[in-house]
């Protein structure tokens, strides 16, 4: 029942962050960030209870319906927005705290170097711009602002915007 009230909860929240939305039956029928969700909390409960291929398999059918990846043992909180999410990476390690954003085309990914623990962990109320690449074992406060195609690979702390600068000579 938890898993119902936590989709609710979910869908309400699109309608609140997004003004193009009406209604909470548009946002549980045509949003991927919603229908994401839906199998990632699938496939999550599953991993939790050491049926990976199943998870495995279940996430893979999310990414091939909505464009967005998510590996089943990420943790993510409540109330997550994915606007747009086409092309979305959230990995196995990552933690996604509550009330979150997270548009089109980010990662939240390793590096390559690091094992056990190799993916972010974001802190509550946290937007993360279109494009934007977090990697590795890191931190990011909460109430934090993750510029358009910035890439992070240090902690964040709390209350903090992070953006790209390109200096024009």
Not at 9 to 18: F, G, M, R, Y
Not at 68 to 86: S, T, V
Not at 126 to 143: C, F, Q, R, Y
Request: aromatic share 8%.
């Amino acid at each position: 029942m938890f898993f119902l009230q936590e989709l609710y909860e979910d869908a309400k929240n699109i309608t609140k962050k997004d003004p193009a939305c009406k209604n909470i039956l548009e946002a549980i029928i045509l949003y991927p960030g919603f229908h994401i969700l839906v199998f990632h909390r699938l496939a999550h409960f599953l991993y939790k209870h050491k049926l990976f291929f199943l998870a495995r398999l279940i996430s893979q059918i999310g990414r091939f319906f909505t464009g967005i990846e998510i590996h089943p043992g990420a943790k993510i909180g409540r109330r997550l927005f994915i606007d747009h999410g086409m092309g979305i990476v959230i990995g196995e390690t990552s933690t996604i705290g509550d009330d979150c954003i997270i548009y089109h085309n980010s990662t939240l990914g390793g590096t390559g170097k690091d094992k056990n623990k190799r993916h972010p962990d974001l802190g509550n109320n946290v937007m993360v711009g279109a494009g934007a690449k977090i990697l590795g074992p890191i931190k990011i406060g909460n109430n934090v602002k993750i510029g358009a195609n910035s890439v992070v690979t240090k902690n964040i702390p709390d209350n903090v915007t992070v953006i790209k600068c390109n200096q024009i000579i």
